[in-house]
């Protein structure tokens, strides 16, 4: 990912899983992953799997464009 969408795509995750009012760990026991990975993806330091992202994308119900930023 470009440094650009990544940094939209973090944001926009940990902005959708607070308003859901989820903590971190809630949401790495739903994907079945480690709590420091899914930090990971709100800090940008790692990207999520395509099949990741298509499942945040669902669990959340927003487009995958929406949440890299594009229009």
């Not at 992953?33 to 790692?46: L, P, V």
């Amino acid at each position: 990912m470009e440094m650009e969408f990544m940094t939209i795509f973090s944001e926009r995750l940990k902005r959708l899983r607070k308003n859901k009012g989820l903590k971190q760990q809630e949401l790495a026991e739903i994907f079945g992953i480690k709590r420091n990975t899914y930090s990971d993806w709100e800090n940008g330091k790692t990207e999520p799997s395509f099949d990741n992202l298509v499942k945040l994308a669902d669990f959340f119900e927003v487009s995958l464009d929406w949440l890299f930023g594009r229009k």
